[in-house]
């Protein structure tokens, strides 16, 4: 399976605190992308990375990539109660024949208490 | 910009039936159009890749005499579960991405089907 892992798999944290989330991919990718999700509702992009950039940031967000180690990361700082949501990663294929294909991983649920 | 809507938002249908669920790009022409399930607490699945006036692309595994795919315009996808079973029921999750910009899926809001 292509299927990204994603740790923890739950998190829980106090309002004010930060949340980190990591997610490792078993190919080589042309970008990872980071997704929420609010319970059963529809995703929300995040925040795009490619291939070639190692550290993005937009807002509270800081996102890292780790070619080398097929790994990346999502920093949500000084976290409120409305970030409570599920967090995928997902990984775009390198290829022409998976252009635009995306692979999740397992997603992170982050509760943040207030 | 960019928004994709899905119709419906949810439907209850009987066993043996067939459902279909609309995807539509709002305000863009959409080149590719993906189809995803997720099952609760899980993460999403791709199920097929749809392009515009050609056959999708099924991942393994998804049958597609079960899981139709019409993607009849650059605005619009359908998926029609047929003879649908209550192991069908899940969130069903459409995207889009753009003409000329393939990075970015666009999603939409998803449609909760159960089949009783």
């Known amino acids: 399976s292509q299927q990204g892992e994603e740790d923890p798999q739950a998190l829980s944290i106090q309002e004010g605190e930060n949340a980190t989330m990591n997610c490792s991919y078993k190919t080589s990718i042309n970008n990872l992308q980071w997704y929420r999700q609010n319970s059963g509702r529809g995703l929300v992009h995040l925040i795009l990375?490619?291939?070639?950039?190692r550290e993005k940031h937009s807002g509270r967000l800081r996102v890292t990539l780790d070619t080398s180690k097929k790994s990346s990361s999502l920093l949500i700082t000084a976290s409120r109660a409305a970030d409570t949501a599920s967090y995928f990663c997902?990984?775009?294929?390198?290829?022409?024949?998976?252009?635009?294909?995306?692979?999740f991983g397992q997603g992170t649920t982050l509760q943040v208490k207030p | 910009g960019a928004v994709v809507s899905q119709h419906p938002s949810w439907v209850i249908c009987k066993s043996g039936t067939s459902v279909k669920i609309e995807c539509r790009s709002l305000?863009?022409?959409?080149?590719?159009m993906f189809w995803y399930r997720q099952f609760p607490k899980q993460s999403l699945m791709l199920m097929a890749t749809?392009?515009?006036?050609?056959?999708?692309?099924?991942e393994q595994g998804v049958e597609k005499d079960k899981f139709l795919i019409n993607h009849a315009s650059l605005t619009l996808s359908t998926l029609t579960v047929t003879s649908a079973h209550p192991e069908d029921s899940s969130f069903y999750i459409c995207?889009?991405?753009?003409?000329?910009?393939?990075?970015?899926?666009?999603f939409g809001p998803g449609t909760r089907l159960t089949v009783l």
């Open positions: 997902a990984h775009a294929v390198r290829g022409s024949s998976n252009t635009g294909k995306l692979i």
């Open positions: 990375i490619r291939s070639n950039e």
């Open positions: 305000d863009f022409q959409a080149t590719t």
């Open positions: 749809s392009n515009e006036g050609s056959k999708a692309t099924y």
């Open positions: 995207s889009a991405t753009r003409l000329g910009v393939s990075d970015e899926q666009f």
